[in-house]
């Protein structure tokens, strides 16, 4: 599968943006799908994932609340709308897909294996 983020840009403290990913393929449905984050000097961590069927949702504490992960099946999208922004929510984001783990969901990004080229987000205060 290859996947395709967009969305990204500049936006104030207290803002919201909506970010998105395209993924190519017949088989959508068969990858949970999680979106990471990476600022600069740090290491990739994750940020908010789904199931394969969008039924369970998972979210590191960071963004809990603020941000939202959804999918559609259908449109081969995944998507993740973020209010609140904070400062330190600035890094380039990426999508991911994780087709080998079933009805499981990580957090942790070497268990996907198709990667989307990263949107970057920045939030000034």
């Known amino acids: 599968v290859q996947l395709q983020a967009s969305g990204g840009g500049l936006v104030q403290a207290g803002g919201s943006l909506r970010l998105s990913c395209a993924a190519s393929?017949?088989?959508?449905?068969?990858?949970?799908m999680a979106w990471f984050r990476q600022a600069p000097g740090k290491e990739r961590d994750f940020v908010a994932a789904?199931?394969?069927?969008?039924?369970?949702?998972y979210y590191a504490n960071s963004v809990k609340g603020r941000f939202t992960i959804s999918r559609d099946n259908a449109r081969n999208t995944v998507d993740l709308q973020m209010n609140s922004l904070k400062p330190e929510d600035t890094a380039v984001y990426y999508c991911?897909?994780?087709?080998?783990?079933?009805?499981?969901?990580?957090?942790?990004?070497?268990?996907?294996?198709?990667w989307g080229q990263g949107t970057l987000v920045t939030v000034s205060s």
């Open positions: 789904t199931s394969r069927r969008g039924l369970s949702t």
């Open positions: 991911a897909a994780d087709g080998r783990s079933g009805y499981s969901v990580y957090d942790t990004p070497e268990k996907y294996d198709y």
């Open positions: 393929g017949r088989t959508f449905s068969s990858y949970a």
